[in-house]
Every structure is written in C-alpha cells, then in structure tokens.
C-alpha cells in the first residue's frame, strides 16, 4: 500500500515537473516551432494514440460495471438523475458567469474587422441530428469511431440487461468486472508513459502559440480564463463543501494531475482514466465514479459553455451588435444543448460555438476571430470540464452514502 502510494504521489510531480518543462522549452522553441512539431509532437500523438486506444473500452466497461455492481436499476436510476441535474444545472451556471465575464470585459476586447472573413461552419450538426446520433444503429461502429454518447447507450443497455436477467448472466457480469479490471490495468501501464505525453504535446503548442497569447487576442482570452478560474473556485469548491462535505483544498490538490493532463491534452475524454483514479483517491465510490465520470466526459462541458458565452459576446461586439437579455436567454438554453453535444477531444467546443452563434442571428463566420487561438481556449475549457466531472462524482457518492445510511 505504502509503495503504492508513493508511485502515484511521484508521477503527479513527474507530471508537474512535464508540464513546467514544456512551458520553459516551448517558449525558447518559439523560432523554431516547426522542430517542435515535426519531433516533438509525434510522440505526444503516440501518447495520446494510446490513451484513445484504452478509452472506449474504458467507459463501456466501466458504466457497466458500475451498473451491475448496483444490482438495481431504481439505484442507477436516482444516481443517473442526480448526475443530470448537476450537469445541467452548473453548465447553466457556467454559461451565465461566461455571459457576465464577457459583458463586464466587453470594454477591453479589440474590434476586429469582420469584412473579410470566412468560415466553414458545414460541420456543426442540426440539433435533431445531436439527438439522432445518440442512439447507434450498429453493434460495431459507435467503438470503432468511439461516438461516446453512443457507446454509453450501449454501455447502459447491457448494463440493464445483464441485470434484469439477474441470476443466469452472473458468470456475465463477472466477466465484465474482470474485464475492466484488466482495462484498468492497461491504462494504468499507458499512464506510467504521462509525464512524456504531458511533455510532447505541451511543448509544440507552447513554441507555436507564446507570441499569440500576447497578441490581440488577449483581453479574451483573459476574460475567459478568469471566468474558468471564477466558476471552479466558487461553483464547484461551494457544491463540494457543503453538498460533497469535502474541503475545496484537498478537491484541488488531488484533482491536480488530471487538471494538468487535462490542461496538456485538451480531451476530456482522454483524461478520462487520469480523473478516474483521482477521484477514487478523494474517496468518491467506484461504482458511482465509474458511471459518471464517462457520462460527464461526454455530456458536462461546463468549460467550453463558459468559452461559448464569452466568444458569443466578443463576436458580437466586433460585428457592433450589443445582444439584448432575451438574446442571452437563448444563448444559455443552447450553450446548454450544444456543451452536451460537443465531443471530449480537441477543438470540438469551437465548432459547436456555430450553433450558439445561429440561435441568435450572428454570422458564423464569426468564428474565424477566435480560431486562431482556439487551442489556448481548449486547454482551459478542457480542465473546467473534467473538474465538473470530478466534482459531480464526489457529490452523488457522498449524497449516495449519506441515502444507504
Ligand atoms: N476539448 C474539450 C474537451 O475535451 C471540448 C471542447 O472543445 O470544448 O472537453
């Protein structure tokens, strides 16, 4: 136990050490970043390549395995509900404080000329489609293009099953915790290699974006950041005080690595079995983290809401609208809807920004203003939303032991 523990105290210092590294490195690499992406970054892609390998057995395994290990649909039931709401409603929260953030740091962000912009919004998806898309229509496909909404379906659906047919598919639900025990295993070997991944992929974005952080973009990026610190200091330290009966430092502290892994890799659900095991050592219980925990990955993007209200205004304001309360209304309903749709990888909060952007008549191509340093947005977002998680995770376990009691 005691040798174990200080493995894992020594890889989230290794992590640190990776990250404060890659910063220094970076930014003397600034002359010559292509060297730092054409060596550097391949063996972060590596990294990240087999983090991605392990994730979509990870959460089918995991969300059934916690759902069999309740034994109980009514118990997957409340927990389910409670996950929901509090994703639902700190996302609301998040939209909000971006809103607000935006609004106050209206007076400091640049206007950007708009005539000659162009964007192509054809990726962002109809809404309906968000819907459709939930739902897989082939055993086969939602794993091998790991559309994680789809595989929780599946995950959820098995999961059932294999308890509704109770006491003849036991030797099935045993398979399936020993499976994801030999999962877990397998992640845990791929973390060993994070401390270089953290490395390899910070770098390469350090060397090529350092002079861009301080280029005109940086009132917004500011005033998102600040709105990412505020809304994890205040929201989630209040609900994991008094709902998770937890002290903010000791949330924090552990939740490091994963907000570094996070931070470095911009993929919430490639930070997935990182924050799995945080969590676990804040003492959340296994069979609730491991049900929503992927969940969250997936659906609770607090961070990228928080960056969707903060672009929305800054977009507007170089097109000269100034948007009316009613406007904002519907930005926080389909910032909502659209954090839930995006995917936990790189880049995919700016191409649900579109949808945002529509709802309330602005142009699109809008989002060309902020593409450029979209990774620099990502990296923050990224660490909101799986602190969320983390967060929710500690909550429904503490809510769930204080009902068993
Ligand atoms: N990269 C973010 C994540 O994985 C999603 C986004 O682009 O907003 O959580």
Redesign the pocket.
Known sequence: MEDNKKIKLSLASQIFIALVLAIIVGLLMQNCADIAADFIKPFGTIFLNLVKFIVVPIVLLSIMSGIVSMKDIRKVGSIGIKTVIYYLFTTAFAITIGLTGGTLFKGFFPVISTSDLTYEASEATPFMNVIVDIFPSNFIAPMSSASMLQVIVMALLFGFSIILVGDKAKNVASGVEDLNAVCMKCMELILRLSPIGVFCLLCPVVAANGAAIIGSLAMVLLAAYICYILHMVIVYSFFIKTLGGMSPIKFFKEQFPAIIF?FS???????LPINLKGVEKMGASKEVASFVLPLG?TIN?D??AI?QGVCAIFIAACYGISLTPSQMITIVLTATLA?IG???????????LAMVLTSVGLPVEGIALVAGV?RI??MG??VV??TGDASCAVIVSKLESKKNK
């Open positions: 996070a890799s911009a993929s919430s659900v490639g930070t990955a993007m961070g990228t960056y954090s995006t995917a936990g990888v790189p880049g995919a909060g700016m191409v649900m979209d947005f990502d977002r990224t939303n799986i």
